[in-house]
């Protein structure tokens, strides 16, 4: 069953969600991979403001290509996250509810998820093509020097993910495994 | 002597470092299909339906395949009866310039690996030179992602370690990368020479196409042998399970010292790209 969720995502709704679960997301995200984790996390060392709110906000791990003209974005697939968990247990701790990324996540994110209430979405890696057709609009809202790596507000459609770590701390990347490998033993 | 002006190998460098990333090989896309044919896990099967859908999208609508259009990695071919007008270094960095500019291809390097400037339009690319006969110039551009490259590992194997520490090392790498590198992947093995010759020949091995085997029958059966040992570890497309954890094991190997042992894995994600043109 797919599960249709908006964003910004309430934690209520993101503690309802289960390692496993297909959705499908509509609403408004933000984009942020390393070089923006970096900037933004010094913000919040120093109690500056964040260029976004980050209050039930989901943020996609992505560098898009350019746009070609005609279209809103460029390819715009997951990158790998474990390159931001040193960052992501600050923005969770401010009230991130969900990240998009693929591959695996550290013990400190997953005890973040756990004590906030937050979850780890997977979208497919290397459909950047596929993918970006979900995507209706993206403008830049910080660190436009940064070019593929700046913060972007994305208006997505009907974005698929998957819930690879919900917020008791089950994950898919475990059970997916144990079920096939099961399923060869029958 | 033959003479090939520099600006021709600008056009063709462009040109391959769109193609590359917009179209991928057939003997790959058969290879995607084949193995979503034989995928018994229904999640898996969803993720190769995906996995297909987006390279078809990429072919017809001339649009990068993956966001993470990579380093130029740019092979040459320089035949020695060849004589370039011009510089050919600075002809290659140009013509990947001008593709990743033309292209709409991302821009993911950085000027220096501790200030981390990006350089803006993808140069330098990663070039390497081979002095062959002929009076042709081959050149291949291979753009790499870094989510695969970052699972690659190199280990210098004592020679007592033999061929089961090398079949146990590449299993330990594609376990370690498990769902991280975008699975399913292309595994290049390379297997002995020197530490940098392994790496290199990992490597190389990846612009082999899918549907070939090694040329000597010991190394085309250990290729196949641990094509089926890493597809018994169960990761799958994506790492949510099923069968179809690797498409291809490629290896290269080479003489070695007495010594030693090299074993390098270069790990490659499904969107294993290169394009080849010879002048």
Same mark, same amino acid.
């Given at each position: 069953?797919?599960? /249709?969720?908006?964003?910004?995502?309430?934690?209520?709704?993101?503690?309802?969600?289960?390692?496993?679960?297909?959705?499908?997301?509509?609403?408004?995200?933000?984009?942020?991979?390393?070089?923006?984790?970096? #900037?933004?996390?010094?913000?919040?060392?120093?109690?500056?403001?964040?260029?976004?709110?980050?209050?039930?906000?989901?943020?996609?791990?992505?560098?898009?290509?350019?746009?070609?003209?005609?279209?809103?974005?460029?390819?715009?697939?997951?990158?790998?996250?474990? #390159?931001?968990?040193?960052?992501?247990?600050?923005?969770?701790?401010?009230?991130?509810?969900?990240?998009?990324? /693929?591959?695996?996540?550290?013990?400190?994110?997953?005890?973040?998820? /756990?004590?906030?209430?937050?979850?780890?979405?997977?979208?497919?890696?290397?459909?950047?093509?596929?993918?970006?057709?979900?995507?209706?609009?993206?403008?830049?809202?910080?660190?436009?020097?940064?070019?593929?790596?700046?913060?972007?507000?994305?208006?997505?459609?009907?974005?698929?993910?998957?819930?690879?770590?919900?917020?008791?701390?089950?994950?898919?990347?475990?059970?997916?495994?144990?079920?096939?490998?099961?399923?060869?033993?029958? | 002597?033959?003479?090939?002006?520099?600006?021709?190998?600008?056009?063709?460098?462009?040109?391959?470092?769109?193609?590359?990333?917009?179209?991928?090989?057939?003997?790959?896309?058969?290879?995607?299909?084949?193995?979503?044919?034989?995928?018994?896990?229904?999640?898996?099967?969803?993720?190769?339906?995906?996995?297909?859908?987006?390279?078809?999208?990429?072919?017809?609508?001339?649009?990068?395949?993956?966001?993470?259009?990579?380093?130029?990695?740019?092979?040459?071919?320089?035949?020695?009866?060849?004589?370039?007008?011009?510089?050919?270094?600075?002809?290659?960095?140009?013509?990947?310039?001008?593709?990743?500019?033309?292209?709409?291809?991302?821009?993911?390097?950085?000027?220096?690996?501790?200030?981390?400037?990006?350089?803006?339009?993808?140069?330098?690319?990663?070039?390497?030179?081979?002095?062959?006969?002929?009076?042709?110039?081959?050149?291949?551009?291979?753009? /790499?992602?870094?989510?695969?490259?970052?699972?690659?590992?190199?280990?210098?194997?004592?020679?007592?370690?033999?061929?089961?520490?090398?079949?146990?090392?590449?299993?330990?790498?594609?376990?370690?990368?498990?769902?991280?590198?975008?699975?399913?992947?292309?595994?290049?093995?390379?297997?002995?020479?020197?530490?940098?010759?392994?790496?290199?020949?990992?490597?190389?091995?990846?612009?082999?196409?899918?549907?070939?085997?090694?040329?000597?029958?010991?190394?085309?059966?250990?290729?196949?042998?641990?094509?089926?040992?890493?597809?018994?570890?169960?990761?799958?497309?994506?790492?949510?399970?099923?069968?179809?954890?690797?498409?291809?094991?490629?290896?290269?190997?080479?003489?070695?010292?007495?010594?030693?042992?090299?074993?390098?894995?270069?790990?490659?994600?499904?969107?294993?790209?290169?394009?080849?043109?010879?002048?």
């Amino acid at each position: 069953m797919t599960k /249709k969720i908006t964003a910004p995502l309430t934690h209520e709704v993101a503690r309802s969600l289960r390692a496993g679960d297909s959705c499908l997301i509509t609403g408004t995200i933000y984009t942020a991979r390393d070089a923006a984790h970096k #900037r933004l996390c010094e913000l919040i060392e120093k109690g500056e403001k964040l260029p976004f709110d980050v209050e039930n906000s989901i943020v996609y791990f992505v560098g898009p290509t350019p746009a070609k003209p005609g279209q809103a974005i460029g390819s715009a697939g997951p990158t790998t996250s474990y #390159r931001m968990d040193a960052y992501s247990p600050s923005l969770i701790k401010m009230g991130q509810t969900g990240m998009i990324g /693929k591959g695996k996540r550290g013990k400190e994110v997953i005890d973040a998820m /756990k004590e906030h209430g937050a979850v780890y979405f997977g979208a497919t890696g290397g459909c950047g093509a596929l993918l970006s057709k979900c995507i209706k609009s993206a403008e830049i809202v910080a660190y436009e020097d940064l070019g593929a790596e700046a913060v972007r507000r994305l208006t997505v459609e009907d974005f698929p993910v998957v819930v690879i770590i919900d917020s008791l701390g089950n994950n898919l990347y475990e059970t997916g495994r144990q079920a096939y490998l099961s399923s060869c033993e029958e | 002597m033959r003479n090939i002006h520099a600006e021709e190998i600008t056009k063709i460098v462009r040109k391959l470092c769109i193609e590359a990333n917009c179209h991928l090989t057939e003997d790959l896309k058969s290879c995607i299909a084949a193995c979503r044919a034989a995928e018994p896990f229904p999640v898996a099967q969803g993720i190769l339906d995906q996995i297909i859908e987006n390279y078809q999208i990429a072919d017809q609508q001339s649009v990068p395949v993956c966001q993470d259009t990579g380093m130029a990695c740019v092979f040459v071919d320089v035949g020695q009866e060849v004589h370039i007008e011009g510089s050919l270094e600075n002809a290659i960095h140009e013509g990947v310039r001008q593709g990743y500019q033309d292209g709409y291809l991302r821009k993911s390097v950085v000027r220096d690996p501790i200030d981390r400037v990006n350089t803006g339009d993808n140069t330098p690319a990663m070039i390497y030179y081979n002095i062959v006969p002929g009076d042709q110039v081959k050149i291949t551009v291979a753009p /790499k992602g870094f989510g695969s490259e970052n699972m690659s590992q190199i280990k210098m194997l004592k020679p007592s370690d033999g061929l089961e520490g090398v079949k146990a090392f590449v299993l330990k790498v594609v376990e370690e990368a498990g769902p991280n590198p975008c699975p399913p992947i292309v595994v290049g093995v390379g297997i002995g020479g020197t530490f940098d010759k392994a790496a290199f020949m990992a490597k190389k091995a990846l612009l082999r196409p899918v549907d070939t085997r090694h040329e000597n029958p010991f190394y085309a059966d250990l290729e196949d042998e641990l094509l089926e040992k890493i597809n018994a570890l169960g990761i799958g497309p994506q790492g949510f399970g099923g069968k179809t954890t690797a498409l291809k094991v490629n290896i290269e190997a080479c003489p070695t010292h007495i010594a030693g042992l090299p074993v390098a894995v270069n790990i490659n994600c499904h969107v294993t790209r290169h394009q080849s043109e010879v002048i």
